[in-house]
């Protein structure tokens, strides 16, 4: 249970907050430490996002412990402006003005795993790159405004927000950040596949609903048989076109090249082994001609993989 008190010290008032089982545990933890209670009462557990407009901070400035404050609406934006910004060695981070070291310690803890989670979230959007991206408003740690704010400095990727808060200032507020789309909850799943293949067509120059096929930023038309990287595009075969099709329509999984041949056989594409390996081989040329290497990768004895 958390409890703000209103105590005193060396003639100086005091607030407080802490955690106790009970008001009898936190008089004894407050009398332990010195302090006289003028009053003390329990407070409801809050988000530490809505804690206030000012943080204060103890950080490591020439070996010496220094104690500051900073101004934000959030107290994971401060760390960051603090350790990114203002190139501070922030020891500890809280939320009043005198805390006890057990609390410091437990905020702290939850504001630099906060940040970590910030850190592995925006390199792992980096690292996989999209074809489009899906998000609340309301998240842990950072909300859905930030992320956004993060993920177009970046890059591009279609952006939709799918939030019950769906007031028109969060609708305005979503699209003027970068979203592409707002969607209300509860929503139809029929929607939100209507609004996705419309926006896909809209930002991959897709005409047809049916045709493409979207993964690893590569774009694969079916109906004109050719694959799209960046402003790079490369002419398939037939057969290529197949093959490729078949590896799509299981990506992430192994297929066996008897598997691949059976199916380009009930497609009527008539192949063999040696012609197999020749247009993997081809069709791997030209997705490294426009720029992407290791597409397909080959499973010694199981088959491939896309």
Known sequence: MQFQAICSKWNKKLTLRLTAQNREEARNILHKQGYS???IQEVVETSLAQEGNFFFFDSLINGNIQTG???SDDI???YRK???DL???VVAIYTVEWMPDDQKKIITAKVKDGYRMYLESIGQKVEEKPDIVLMDINLPYFDGYYFCEEIRKISKVPIIFISSASDDMNIVMAMNIGADDFIEKPFKLVVLKAKIEALLR???NFNSSNSLIVYKEVIFDINKDE????DNIAPLTKNESKILTILLENREKIVSR???IAALWQRDNFIDENTLSVNVNRLRSKLKDIGIADFIITKKGKGYMV
């Open 76 to 78: 994971f934006k401060a």
């Open 87 to 89: 190139k501070y060695d």
């Open 69 to 71: 404050k900073i101004q």
């Open 202 to 204: 809209r930002v991959y």
């Open 82 to 84: 603090l350790i990114e």
């Open 37 to 39: 209670i003028i009053e």
């Open 258 to 260: 008897e598997d691949i």
């Open 227 to 230: 694959i799209k990287y960046k």
